[in-house]
T-cell receptor
Framework: AQSVTQPDIHITVSEGASLELRCNYSYGATPYLFWYVQSPGQGLQLLLK??????LVQGIKGFEAEFKRSQSSFNLRKPSVHWSDAAEYFC?????????????FGTGTRLLVSP | GAVVSQHPSWVICKSGTSVKIECRSL??????MFWYRQFPKQSLMLMAT?????????EQGVEKDKFLINHASLTLSTLTVTSAHPEDSSFYIC????????????FGPGTRLTVL
């Protein structure tokens, strides 16, 4: 079945440490890939996206993500986490069968940042 | 750029009443807007796709007569929850896709609906 998987429900990282959030997708064709961040009670902010080309994508707030076709993954990384990064992170795919218009979201990963 | 607003940000209503939520793209034209629902500590579920000047397309299991969507202009879509019940209480988020064709959705800040 077509799906988006974020295997980690919660992750706790010390401030200043590096971060990697995992995302795997299950689609026949390569979908469009997105990472969004949501602060409590707020909407979603786009961090970065991948459509084609360079598989290492740079986003806002110092985040980057790498598309790995062989692993069907699009993991989000940040070299040094700040306390303000604590939020919910959603991986999403633009489903190929919908002209990439419809977004299917993963279940989210809640990032906690410890002092 | 690419700012989407929603109004109201929160609303409390009595069971049986109707509630309208507005979604506006402030600095771009959106031929397509999307409405999502998010339950506490869960992911977003697409409810419907709204195209300017045409009827909305609803996802399976979403009652079109209960969740009325109107997309009358390139910058405004509305979601009306009719005869609301407590089980309709949720966080409703809209998104808008830029008319330029880029396949990126920009999200509004969401509307918290509580039905008493």
């Amino acid at each position: 079945a077509q799906s988006v998987t974020q295997p980690d429900i919660h992750i706790t990282v010390s401030e200043g440490a590096s971060l990697e959030l995992r995302c795997n997708y299950s689609y026949g064709a390569t979908p469009y890939l997105f990472w969004y961040v949501q602060s409590p009670g707020q909407g979603l902010q786009l961090l970065l996206k991948y459509f084609s080309g360079d598989t290492l994508v740079q986003g806002i707030k110092g985040f980057e993500a790498e598309f790995k076709r062989s692993q069907s993954s699009f993991n989000l990384r940040k070299p040094s986490v700040h306390w303000s990064d604590a939020a919910e992170y959603f991986c999403a795919v633009g489903a190929p069968g919908t002209g990439f218009q419809k977004l299917v979201f993963g279940t989210g990963t809640r990032l906690l940042v410890s002092p | 750029g690419a700012v989407v607003s929603q109004h109201p940000s929160w609303v409390i209503c009595k069971s049986g009443t109707s509630v309208k939520i507005e979604c506006r793209s402030l600095d771009f034209q959106a031929t397509t807007m999307f409405w999502y629902r998010q339950f506490p500590k869960q992911s977003l579920m697409l409810m419907a796709t709204s195209n300017e000047g045409s009827k909305a397309t609803y996802e399976q299991g979403v009652e079109k007569d209960k969740f009325l969507i109107n997309h009358a202009s390139l910058t405004l879509s509305t979601l009306t929850v009719t005869s609301a019940h407590p089980e309709d209480s949720s966080f409703y988020i809209c998104s808008a896709r830029d008319r330029s064709g880029e396949n990126t959705q920009y999200f509004g800040p969401g509307t918290r609906l509580t039905v008493l």
